[in-house]
Structures are given as C-alpha cells and as structure tokens.
C-alpha cells in the first residue's frame, strides 16, 4: 500500500510541478515600456493623477499605471510584463474603496469590441465599468484569472495591456 502511496504522490507531484516551475522559472519578457501612446484605446487620453492609494499600488506593481480621461469616461490603464496576481478585477478595487459592485452583461463598444462589464455604486455615484487585457499577440481576456492561469503557464505571451474603462452612469 505504501509502494501505491508513494507512485500515487510522485506522479501528482509531476502533473503539478510544471505549473509551479513555470512560475519560478520563467523571464520577464524584457520588453521595455513602450510608453502610453502605445496603449490599445482609440481616441485622445489626457493624462490623470494617481490619487495616494493608487501611487503606492503603482510602486509596487510588476509594470505601469496610468490613469487617462477622455471625456466623460475614465480609463486605467496597466501595462504588464510578466504573470502576476497583483494585477486584478477593478470591482476588486472599488469594492476596497466602499462601492458596491454588481455583475452586468458584457458590454460592446461602437468598434463591435466586447468588455466583460459590472456596475459600481456609491452614495449617488453609480458608474458602467468594463475592461479587458490583450496579449502581444493580440489575445483577448475578459477575465482575469483565465488571463493569469493563461500566462503562467506560456500560452500567451507578453507584456499585456490591461483596459479598465469608467463610465459615469444616470442615476
């Protein structure tokens, strides 16, 4: 029985290992910051601040913040270049800052693109949130933990462009 033990835990152990390896041994991608005017929004962004709370989560973020207006909306833009767990869902963030975050239906914009879509309300504040994360080769994600699994294992490569997009919404 022990002999069975034993073959039981040596091949999970090997059907495992390659995803643990894969985190600890894969490069960063070396690719430098191409800068914000690469960054897969049409239009013109204006440059925003990051509020104290954001600065400290940029310095430790494994790539680039930026925060971006365009009229009325608002855009987050992350770029990445390697798998990491830093990078997450907005409604995570804007739960921690005391909205109340619902699903909503993926939402397409006039280009036909689909975002994967919540709602976010504050007090009377209540905003259309939608984001979606593209690989170098021009792989879609509209969920980020299928982008993490994804890009730990080596079936995309990067560095990715993380799109948060913020729309005001009627109340």
Not at 32 to 53: C, E, I, K, M, Y
Not at 114 to 127: F, H, L, Q, V
Request: proline letters at 8%; glycine letters at 8%.
């Amino acid at each position: 029985m022990n002999a069975r033990l034993a073959v039981f835990a040596l091949a999970t152990l090997a059907a495992v290992l390659p995803w643990f390896s894969a985190s600890r041994t894969r490069p960063e991608t070396g690719t430098r910051f191409p800068g914000w005017t690469q960054a897969p929004v049409r239009g013109d962004l204006s440059p925003g601040n990051l509020g104290p709370r954001e600065r400290r989560f940029a310095e430790q973020f494994p790539g680039r913040v930026g925060v971006f207006e365009q009229g009325r909306v608002s855009w987050v833009i992350r770029w990445v270049d390697q798998p990491t767990r830093k990078l997450h869902p907005a409604g995570d963030c804007l739960r921690g800052a005391g909205f109340t975050v619902a699903p909503a239906p993926a939402w397409q914009d006039a280009d036909g693109t689909i975002w994967a879509s919540c709602t976010a309300r504050r007090d009377s504040e209540r905003y259309r949130v939608c984001e979606r994360i593209l690989d170098a080769n021009g792989r879609v994600w509209a969920d980020v933990s299928a982008w993490y699994w994804a890009a730990l294992i080596g079936r995309s490569q990067g560095p990715w462009w993380a799109l948060t997009r913020i729309e005001p919404q009627p109340r």
